[in-house]
C-alpha cells in the first residue's frame, strides 16, 4: 500500500513539484500524492498542483488571527479527511504551536534551506554568507516542536564561491532541494529513516 501524503506550501511551490512528478512519474515510488495545502490563497504551487491533477485546499491563516490552535485544528482536518500518512512541509511559512508536530509525530518532513543545525530561521542562504562558510546547502528533517530541529533524514552541499549573491547561493541550493526531498521521500516513505547525503 502506498502511503498517502499530503503536501504544506505557502508560496510558489517549486519542492511541491518535484515531489508530486517524482511520485506520478514511478509507479513504484511508495507514497502518492493526495492533497496540496496552502495557507495562503495566493500561493503560485496551488495552480501548479492542479494542472499535475492534485486536490488543492486553502486553509487561510489570517481569520484565525493569534489563535494558532484553531488554524491548526482547521488543517488537521483537512489532512485527515485526505487520509494523509505523511505531512511533507514544503516552503510553508508559519511557526506551529508544539501539539501541531506532535500530532504527527514521526510522520511530519520539512526541507530548510541550509546545512542544519547551522542557520535556522529566516533567511539562513545570508546567514550562511554573512558567515563567511565555504558551502551551504539543504537539509530535510523530521518535524519536532523545536523550530527547524528535528533529526535530519538528509542532507544535500553546495559550494559557496567567492562573490557570490543571495539569489544565486539560493538558486544553486534550490537545485539540490528538488533532488533531495523526492530521494528523502522514496525512503521515509518505505519506512526507511537512515540519512541521506548528496
Ligand atoms: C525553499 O527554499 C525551502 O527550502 C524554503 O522555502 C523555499 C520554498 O520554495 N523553506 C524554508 O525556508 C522553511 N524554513 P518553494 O515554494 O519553491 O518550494
Avoid at 69 to 98: H, Q, S, V
Avoid at 133 to 138: D, H, P, Q, R
Avoid at 139 to 152: I, K, M, R
Wanted: charged share 25%; aromatic share 4%.
Amino acid at each position: 500500500m502506498k502511503k498517502k501524503v499530503a503536501i504544506i506550501i505557502s508560496g510558489g511551490g517549486s519542492n511541491m513539484v518535484s515531489l508530486v512528478k517524482a511520485m506520478q512519474a514511478d509507479a513504484d515510488f511508495p507514497a502518492e500524492p493526495v492533497l496540496v495545502l496552502s495557507n495562503k490563497p495566493e500561493a503560485g504551487g496551488l495552480a501548479k498542483a492542479e494542472a499535475l491533477g492534485v486536490k488543492t485546499v486553502v486553509v487561510d491563516h489570517r481569520p484565525f488571527g493569534k489563535d494558532r490552535e484553531a488554524f491548526e485544528a482547521e488543517m488537521n482536518k483537512e489532512l485527515e479527511a485526505a487520509g494523509a500518512d505523511i505531512i511533507c512541509l514544503a516552503g510553508f511559512m508559519r511557526i506551529t504551536t508544539p501539539s501541531f508536530p506532535e500530532k504527527w509525530d514521526g510522520r511530519m518532513l520539512n526541507i530548510h534551506p541550509s546545512l542544519l543545525p547551522k542557520f535556522k530561521g529566516l533567511h539562513p542562504q545570508q546567514q550562511a554568507l554573512d558567515a563567511g562558510e565555504a558551502e551551504s546547502g539543504c537539509s530535510v528533517h523530521v518535524v519536532t516542536p523545536e523550530l527547524d530541529a528535528g533529526p535530519v533524514v538528509g542532507q544535500a552541499v553546495v559550494p559557496i564561491l567567492e562573490g557570490d549573491t543571495v539569489d544565486e547561493l539560493s538558486a544553486r541550493i534550490m537545485a539540490k532541494e528538488h533532488q533531495l526531498y523526492p530521494a528523502v521521500l522514496r525512503r521515509f516513505a518505505a519506512g526507511d529513516t537512515s540519512r541521506i547525503e548528496m
